[in-house]
């Protein structure tokens, strides 16, 4: 029987061998393998950007976390008015002091208000809104409550501004007829 031969066999093997020879260095002598010029795949670079990703994501999912418990927070808070555990300007000031470090939201948020120049007045308005929300599924205490949040409103309006405040503004931007 003939023997048949496979020349290109022989040089995938070859290559095989050095390519798993060359990944063993640089993963048991990494220093090594750089130093004599084995690290043909730029491992350094690619761990390195390996490790900034990583960094990256990392301080993404930190920073959805703090947001995440800002609005919990920012709930619980918005909730305490409606037992009246709390009153309208206290809560205001409060949640101003929670999105301090949250830039984006007061820009949120005198987009969504532009007539508000007071950012107590607009964390007020922001604190109504989320009240609004939290009542969705109670209607009747939730005009009831709303109400009583917007005469608060109005009166803080006067006191910190000096200027009366127009008809109230939903969360959705609309003027409210509460």
């Known amino acids: 029987m003939a023997t048949i031969r496979r020349p290109g066999a022989a040089s995938a ?3 095989v061998g050095l390519s798993i020879s060359m990944v063993a260095a640089h993963a048991l002598a990494p220093k090594w393998s750089r130093s004599v010029g084995l690290d043909v795949w730029n491992f ?4 390195a950007e390996q490790q900034r990703v990583t960094d990256e994501r990392d ?3 930190a920073k959805g976390e703090e947001s995440a418990r800002r609005r919990v927070l920012a709930d619980q808070f918005a909730a305490r008015l409606v037992t009246r555990d709390a009153d309208l300007a206290t809560t205001a000031v409060v949640m101003a002091d929670l999105f301090r470090d949250a830039p984006g939201s007061r820009a949120t948020l005198e987009t969504m208000h532009p ?3 007071d950012p107590r007045l607009l964390y007020a308005r922001h604190t109504i809104n989320r009240v609004e929300r939290l009542m969705v599924d109670d209607p009747a205490q939730r005009e009831a409550v709303l109400a009583r949040l917007e005469a608060e409103y109005r009166e803080l309006a006067q006191v910190w501004t000096g200027e009366p405040q127009s008809q109230p503004v939903s969360s959705t931007g609309e003027t409210a007829s509460h």
């Open 59 to 61: 301080d993404i999912v």
């Open 44 to 47: 350094a670079t690619a761990e």
């Open 115 to 117: 007539a508000l120049r």
């Open 13 to 15: 093997a070859v290559l």
